[in-house]
């Protein structure tokens, strides 16, 4: 599981740059904090929760969730182990097919207007109508190209439960389920939110019954990339990551 304190540091070096909306940076910052300091594990937990003590504050590590392919009917998808470019999944499945939350946690971002124009070809608009959930574990998963969305930001959700439709929305010649694991960062960006690690190792497991968790992984990428979100957020096309 990801720790709050890691989680918390990681965020706060990630400052927003002056380019990028202030609002929305302040908003998106402030949630992810709160997540952080507030979330406690449920009674279930087996083992207790570890605590960070500041000069203000007492941080609670995140809780553990379970965790489903994001996609109700699995026997009716497939995926790869490649992606073009960087490190995500395609889940192919018949457009209409439901698309779940895979864990238990926020959600922090919808997109529910395809703003795409292969003309322009935007990268922060490539994923069309998407949604980003911030997990339990303290780890970011986005699903894009969706076609109907059934949640709102700041809506709880369990694991397995039905968040939207799959697509072929933005940047997309087929119906399918763009995945992708990363960190949350504190203001708009699409080239960590796209994916950082590999989810298809993870689906594989997930498919299986088997609880593998990815947040100890992206600790470790956090740890090699301290700078990734305000690197991120520098781009010139970042702020166009908020979308409505």
Do not use: K
Not at 79 to 101: E, K, L, N, P, R
Not at 113 to 142: E, F, H, K, M
């Amino acid at each position: 599981m990801l720790s709050a304190l890691t989680l918390a540091t990681f965020i706060a070096g990630c400052a927003q740059p002056d380019a990028v909306d202030d609002r929305a940076s302040t908003s998106t910052a402030a949630s992810a904090t709160t997540e952080a300091a507030t979330t406690t594990p449920p009674a279930s937990t087996t083992a207790p929760a570890s605590t960070v003590a500041t000069t203000t504050t007492t941080t609670t590590v995140p809780a553990t969730t379970p965790y489903v392919v994001p996609v109700a009917d699995i026997a009716d998808a497939g995926w790869g182990t490649t992606h073009a470019g960087y490190t995500a999944t395609d889940i192919f499945i018949d457009c209409g097919a439901q698309v779940v939350s895979p864990v238990n946690g926020r959600v922090i971002q919808v997109r529910t207007v395809d703003q795409w124009d292969p003309s322009v070809d935007n990268p922060a608009t490539r994923g069309g109508r998407s949604v980003a959930i911030l997990g339990d574990d303290g780890v970011r998963y986005y699903v894009a190209h969706l076609d109907t969305i059934a949640v709102g930001e700041e809506q709880r959700v369990g694991v397995g439960e039905a968040i939207a439709t799959v697509g072929r929305t933005g940047r997309s010649s087929a119906c399918h389920v763009h995945f992708a694991i990363s960190p949350p960062c504190p203001g708009p960006e699409w080239s960590v939110r796209r994916g950082v690690i590999w989810p298809y190792p993870y689906l594989d497991a997930w498919e299986l019954g088997e609880q593998r968790s990815p947040a100890g992984e992206i600790e470790r990428w956090i740890a090699d990339h301290p700078d990734g979100c305000a690197a991120a957020m520098a781009d010139p096309f970042a702020a166009d990551a908020a979308g409505p």
